[in-house]
């Protein structure tokens, strides 16, 4: 800022005679400042004045400021309309003059001291509210930054083209709509309205020093054409900008989410400064071309999560309100890594959260996705493959998919496998309703988390009108009958589907109102050459009893046998099918291949027709009948509601052929034998010393007595 160097020639009217003109008449210096007052016709003016003081400029003053136009306001600023005595004057005193309007305005003022507002005050216009009127008083800071009290992103937003009101309150509120010198003040506390009708307290003490709303003020009553300028050290920092999370969303350069919000009629959750929301904020090459409000609902989770109070395997309400899960809030799983890395399903977190207020604010890697279609979710699990096949082999596909609110029990693969020939028998055809049955039993009628499941023992009715029960073991969940103590775990949980959540379990759980025989898994195992069998020796009726395993098998084993003799030999077709029917219960140790022993069991032929089973050296079970040859490897085992069931073997077993005594036809013969000795050894005796006898009495031999 250029200064001028002017020299000022104080001049007071002393006699009504002797008049302002007159006495700048009198001295050469001061003819330039004649000649302007004649031209721009002020000398009428100051010759009628009375009184008066006149800061007179004398030539010297006029060249060094030659490129200034001397208007008529610029020679009045000048003048003051009283007599001052030079004794009078002080240090920072001020003067009204005569001018109608100063050389440099407000408006024009600002920039000399500090660029950075007058550019804040172009940015509204605010600048010409100062050029337009007079009478202002304006603090102005003398920060080179004024916004840099605000954060980074509450500056981006005052400096946008969306928050010109808001930036400018923060500049007119200092700003009063009246000239306050300084000068004028002594000691006390005097409170003004800013033009914006907030309140502006300036407070004086009697060492000189100042400050407004507790600001201190550097230096003061800087004069203006239109006001006057105090400056500032600091900036004000308004109450009446309040800032919200659709502000905030246009300071993180985020505004296609207000859009969204706006064009959904979803305002209140960017506008609301009550209720605590968590607002998820993708970017925006990333939002999907057409979008719905639940889409954008799942996108606000319900309160304030700050990044400490996530943990991994959460899940969060969200403000979607899904019908699929009877009105229900879906939820967003949250996943973190080493306490740092913060994912919202697949989204990654961008950067540390904003908190404004009752709003937090996650940038993440790419949008939300809601909960896929249930069937949509579990295919993508090879490990669950065999449960979809059988849900299109039941046909309840449908109704699983279209029920509102559910839990769904998945069985792995090896779930499966581990019912043996079952998981065979329910995939038959004859079996469609037990398998309906059994899937619906795995659906509960309420959608149950983890966390719903993991504190205390619940039953919940299932799609198949009966009864589940969860229950806790350790740090494991089970699910299961209710008077099953075991159940099966909870692998995985929490796979969430736009109907409800999925849990993947270990094991098949089949309802008491599922009665299967052992003819159901003969028939579902097609052993069909087996069921005529026993169909012939009339025992049907016998393999149904409880505590019966049969052992069954395979088509391939009869083709190794001849079925015709077999069939033409009722009492030896009886001996056979007898000897495939064991009186006992199920054994589960057949279904573990580290249990090494070995068990004689008897056969519905006879206490005395027993089976040998144990395992090879390759862990590996086989049966072999006592006494005999004949063995046979088991293949598979399927145990039935009676806590009986089939084991399927490669093999006809063949049994001991039975002669005296229920003994084999080899003791039988050497019994037969050892008894003609024993019969022919006994007569021979009996011969020889009943032939003595008759011999002596032949001869006359009398006892002596």
Request: hydrophobic share 40%.
């Amino acid at each position: 800022m250029k200064k001028r160097a002017v020299l000022l020639i104080f001049i007071q009217v002393v006699a009504a005679y002797n008049t302002i003109i007159d006495v700048l008449s009198k001295e050469e210096r001061f003819s330039t400042l004649i000649s302007h007052l004649q031209r721009q016709q002020l000398v009428p003016k100051l010759n009628r004045l009375t009184t008066g003081t006149l800061f007179a400029p004398d030539n010297d003053a006029f060249k060094k400021n030659k490129d200034t136009e001397i208007t008529a306001q610029v020679l009045l600023y000048h003048l003051l309309d009283k007599n001052i005595p030079t004794d009078d004057f002080y240090h920072g005193q001020l003067k009204e003059t005569m001018v109608l309007e100063p050389p440099k305005l407000l408006g024009d003022s600002i920039d000399k001291i500090n660029p950075a507002i007058d550019v804040l005050m172009k940015t509204v216009e605010i600048d010409q509210l100062l050029r337009e009127k007079s009478g202002f008083t304006v603090f102005v800071s003398a920060k080179k930054e004024p916004l840099s009290s605000y954060s980074q992103i509450e500056s981006n937003y005052l400096t946008s083209t969306y928050g010109t009101s808001d930036l400018a309150v923060f500049l007119k509120y200092t700003i009063i709509d009246k000239i306050i010198y300084l000068d004028e003040f002594t000691s006390g506390k005097t409170t003004y309205k800013s033009i914006t009708g907030d309140s502006l307290t300036i407070t004086c003490t009697k060492k000189g020093e100042a400050t407004v709303n507790n600001l201190a003020i550097t230096a003061s009553d800087i004069l203006a054409g239109n006001g006057v300028i105090h400056q500032i050290d600091e900036v004000f920092m308004p109450d009446s900008i309040s800032f919200t999370a659709r502000k905030y969303l246009i300071g993180m350069n985020a505004t296609h989410m207000n859009d969204l919000f706006d064009n959904h009629s979803l305002s209140h959750y960017i506008d609301d400064t009550k209720t605590n929301y968590t607002l998820i904020v993708p970017p925006s090459d990333t939002i999907p071309p057409e979008t719905a409000d639940p889409w954008l609902k799942y996108h606000v989770i319900q309160g304030l999560w700050p990044q400490d109070t996530l943990f991994d395997k959460e899940l969060l309400l969200t403000e979607f309100n899904s019908p699929e899960l009877g009105n229900s809030y879906q939820r967003i799983p949250i996943h973190t890594e080493n306490d740092k890395s913060i994912s919202f399903d697949r989204a990654r977190t961008l950067g540390d959260p904003i908190n404004i207020k009752n709003v937090m604010i996650y940038k993440v890697s790419e949008p939300l996705s809601l909960p896929e279609d249930l069937l949509e979710k579990i295919v993508s699990d090879l490990d669950l493959s065999t449960f979809i096949a059988t849900l299109y082999v039941s046909q309840v596909v449908d109704e699983i998919k279209n029920a509102t609110g559910i839990t769904l029990f998945v069985p792995t693969n090896d779930a499966f496998k581990e019912l043996g020939l079952l998981a065979q028998y329910l995939v038959h055809s004859s079996a469609k309703p037990h398998l309906q049955s059994v899937l619906k039993y795995h659906a509960a009628t309420e959608v149950l988390y983890y966390q719903d499941l993991k504190d205390k023992v619940r039953e919940v009715t299932t799609l198949a009108n009966t009864t589940l029960r969860i229950s806790q073991t350790g740090t494991s969940v089970l699910v299961g009958k209710p008077e099953d103590e075991t159940g099966a775990e909870i692998l995985k949980s929490n796979m969430l589907v736009s109907n409800g959540v999925v849990h993947k379990i270990s094991k098949v759980q089949v309802p008491d109102t599922v009665h299967i025989t052992n003819q159901d898994l003969l028939v579902g195992i097609e052993c069909s050459t087996l069921i005529s069998l026993l169909e012939k020796a009339n025992m049907s009726d016998a393999v149904n009893r409880k505590d019966v395993v049969v052992l069954a098998p395979t088509q391939k084993a009869f083709a190794h046998v001849d079925l015709q003799q077999i069939l033409a030999d009722p009492y030896q077709l009886e001996r056979i099918v007898k000897m495939h029917i064991l009186p006992v219960s199920w054994q589960d140790d057949w279904a573990d291949s580290d249990i090494k022993k070995t068990t004689e069991y008897s056969t519905l032929l006879s206490d005395a027709d027993k089976l040998t089973i144990k395992q090879s050296r390759k862990g590996e079970w086989y049966i072999k009948v006592k006494g005999s040859d004949s063995e046979a490897n088991m293949l598979g085992l399927g145990k039935t509601s009676s806590n009986g069931g089939v084991v399927t073997i490669d093999a006809v077993l063949i049994p001991v052929r039975r002669g005296i005594f229920g003994l084999p036809w080899i003791w039988s013969i050497v019994l037969i034998l050892t008894m003609i000795v024993v019969t022919s050894g006994l007569l021979s005796v009996c011969g020889f010393f009943g032939y003595k006898v008759y011999s002596r009495r032949r001869l006359g031999y009398r006892p002596v007595s």
